[in-house]
């Protein structure tokens, strides 16, 4: 059964959908490739950058910049591929399918990007919170001691 539905399916195939279905393979690979490469080289120059190590922590940071830059790959591969083909029928594949790997991988990266943000954020609110509570400490005695009481030569303030 399989064999007759894939020997009818071939046959059914004429040379300008292979070429179409080739041409949709070859740019997800670019898309792929791209991706990889872009990952690589965003470690890399992390890593070499200052010649500390990376903090692990950080790793939000560096996967939203290189899902952004795969992004980019993606849309530039996928305008690319657009605009050498000139039957609009045959561009709806790449439009389609650079499209959604676009705004996915844009996606991806903003939110990894801002979810990093608030994660440093929060530790710099936990900061701020404890340099509040020692200056807090240290100035509370001087707050809550008594009010000093004039001396006999002083001559009381008036508010």
């Excluded at 990889?36 to 190590?53: C, E, H, N, Y």
């Excluded at 594949?93 to 676009?102: F, I, K, T, V």
């Excluded at 996606?107 to 530790?123: I, K, M, Y």
């Amino acid at each position: 059964m399989i064999g007759t539905v894939s020997r009818a399916v071939l046959a059914a195939a004429t040379p300008e959908s292979e070429r179409v279905a080739d041409a949709i393979t070859r740019g997800y690979v670019v898309g792929a490739i791209a991706l990889v490469l872009t990952i690589v080289l965003v470690i890399m120059f992390a890593t070499r950058s200052g010649g500390a190590p990376v903090n692990p922590r950080h790793w939000r940071f560096i996967l939203g910049v290189s899902s952004l830059a795969a992004a980019a790959a993606v849309g530039i591969v996928g305008y690319l591929k657009l605009s050498v083909e000139p039957a609009v029928n045959h561009q709806i594949p790449y439009l389609a399918s650079s499209g959604m790997a676009l705004v996915l991988l844009a996606v991806l990266g903003g939110s990894l990007l801002v979810a990093e943000q608030l994660r440093a954020d929060e530790r710099k609110v936990e900061e701020l919170e404890s340099a509040i509570r020692s200056l807090a400490d240290a100035v509370a005695p001087a707050v809550e001691a008594a009010p000093r009481r004039p001396s006999s030569g002083e001559r009381p303030r008036e508010a």
